[in-house]
């Protein structure tokens, strides 16, 4: 069966050092991934999807940026954290069609 | 363009009492919903979903939900909850056959109460 994991599952950082969040998907191939970022009363905001290895597309200008350096690897990074890149970042994968499958979480702290 | 509406941001309930979440939705073509649920401070798991057929569509849990084209509605219903039930659930609705466009209600947070 297919499984994902993401890690770390907490983090706080100081404004302007980097981030990295990484997400693994095992028992599949080639599957679309998703990250994800949940703020508080704000619903769920789509920040990249990849359909592929080095295939990454941005949904919202920030000062975030993805990588997928392996087929079931997505790592969501910034240079210079903002106190506006807290809130809790979901990375999710999906097969060509239907429903996602999201991992258990991030939870990211900008002091 | 499609748009979700989930009508209550909280609904507290007794337990063994029956549920309903309600979702309404617009969309200009055919769409998939979804629901999801998602307990404190993990990621969302989906509880059901309508791609085509039945518009009774029964997930887990003991959760259902119906599509009702004409009403552009998508409630979730439970007949009897239970204190394990209090979570935070999302309605989405993409165009059929692309995740990329799914959109996210603001969730609804259920507080199932003894």
């Known amino acids: 069966s297919q499984t994902i994991h993401q890690w770390p599952a907490t983090l706080v950082q100081p404004v302007g050092s980097p981030l990295s969040l990484e997400c693994t998907v095992e028992?599949?191939?080639?599957?679309?991934l998703y990250w994800y970022r949940q703020a508080a009363g704000r619903g769920l905001q789509l920040l990249f999807y990849?359909?592929?290895?080095?295939?990454i597309s941005s949904e919202v200008p920030q000062n975030l940026s993805a990588s997928r350096p392996q087929d079931r690897q997505f790592i969501l990074s910034s240079k210079k954290l903002l106190l506006s890149d807290s809130g809790f970042y979901l990375c999710?994968?999906?097969?060509?069609?239907?429903?996602?499958?999201f991992g258990e979480g991030s939870r990211l702290t900008v002091l | 363009a499609q748009s979700v509406t989930q009508l209550d941001s909280q609904v507290p309930v007794f337990e063994e009492a029956p549920v309903e979440l309600r979702c309404n939705y617009s969309?200009?073509?055919?769409?998939?919903l979804f629901w999801y649920v998602q307990y404190p401070n993990q990621g969302l798991q989906l509880l059901l979903k309508?791609?085509?057929?039945s518009t009774l569509v029964k997930g887990i849990n003991g959760f259902e939900a119906e599509f009702n084209k004409s009403q552009t509605s998508f409630h979730l219903r439970k007949p009897s909850v239970h204190i394990s039930d209090t979570a935070e659930y999302f309605c989405?609705?993409?165009?059929?056959?692309?995740?990329?466009?799914?959109?996210w209600g603001l969730g609804t947070s259920l507080a199932v109460n003894p």
């Open positions: 989405a609705v993409g165009p059929a056959g692309n995740n990329r466009k799914l959109i």
């Open positions: 969309s200009s073509v055919s769409v998939y």
């Open positions: 309508y791609l085509s057929g």
């Open positions: 028992g599949t191939s080639n599957p679309n």
């Open positions: 990849s359909v592929g290895i080095g295939q």
């Open positions: 999710a994968w999906s097969p060509d069609t239907g429903e996602l499958f």
